[in-house]
């Protein structure tokens, strides 16, 4: 498959692929991003630490589970616990896999990393400029009730709540 | 916010945005999608139709709802009948809201509009020039446990399942 880059945009570029199907060739148009980190922190009483993190590309604050792009060779799991402690401020003793997903497939090659990081100590943020982020501590009940009022819109944030919430990961903790 | 467009491909275009921040202007380059329709289709035995996608990409098949992109002016509801009607063949008595998402709004302002889709009658599919679509008709209880394993690896898809389960709509459905 042909592949010839159009456009580069920092965090991800434009690519054009040219496939050979019953058809012909297709051509299609395709955005590369190097894949992201993805945390579920889960604080020992029970609250999840969630972020509000004004996204300019939708032009407001979204509420999001803490995550990053993965730098130039990075393991994910190292990506989850820098994101973890910079847009947060928590270090983990526990970083495991919960999932993984595509973003959005037909256009975007991005893979989301999600982990669930236990054994939280607070700490210092060390936010990037620009970024516009305010951690919210939020019982798990209450942040799944934000998941079906649709209050949480961000599909990454439902996906890691859900996900831990169907594999029993809240079970006997309060909040 | 200034709005520069740098690239138009086809479904998406990339635009520099200048937002004024207390550090001074930053600049962000973000895709401009025009969102999409995504449908959870329960018959009435409680099978879901899921569709086996290849997906250019990330070069392989994906297991997903059927799903498509808003033409201009659309009404996301109707987006979500026309395409599971082009990508699975059903017709649908009664398509309602279950919930929206952003799929990735740190580069990109796609948002997805979930549907659950019943009463469903079957009929012919009408895939586009160069679609590689299977249906699939799986139980609701597998179709969670494909996400729970991971077999299911698109985000949208985990979100549909996930939140229609916990909203409660397959309960009472065989499968």
Redesign the interface.
């Given at each position: 498959?042909e592949e010839k880059v159009?456009?580069d945009?920092?965090?991800?570029r434009?690519v054009e692929?040219t496939?050979d199907?019953d058809?012909g060739p297709?051509k299609?148009?395709?955005?590369r991003?190097p894949g992201?980190a993805v945390i579920v922190p889960i604080l020992d009483d029970g609250r999840i630490c969630l972020i509000e993190n004004f996204?300019?590309?939708?032009?407001k604050p979204?509420i999001?589970l803490p995550?990053g792009?993965l730098e130039p060779g990075e393991d994910p799991t190292e990506t989850a616990r820098r994101e973890l402690a910079e847009e947060t401020g928590y270090r983990a003793t526990s970083i495991e896999p919960l999932?993984?997903?595509?973003?959005?497939?037909?256009?975007?090659?991005?893979?989301?990393h999600l982990y669930v990081a236990t054994g939280l100590t607070p700490g210092a943020m060390a936010l990037e400029?620009?970024e516009?982020i305010v951690p919210r501590l939020i019982p798990w009940r209450e942040a799944?009730d934000m998941?079906?009022s649709?209050e949480i819109?961000?599909?990454?944030t439902?996906?890691g709540l859900?996900?831990a919430?169907?594999?029993g990961l809240f079970e006997g903790k309060g909040g």
């Open positions: 498959m159009l456009g945009y920092r965090i991800f434009v692929l496939q199907t058809h297709r299609r148009f395709v955005a991003h992201a996204r300019i590309a939708v032009n979204l999001e995550a792009t999932t993984t997903i595509y973003s959005s497939p037909g256009v975007f090659d991005e893979q989301m400029a620009g516009q799944l998941v079906i649709n819109e961000d599909g990454k439902v996906v859900l996900a919430h169907a594999k």
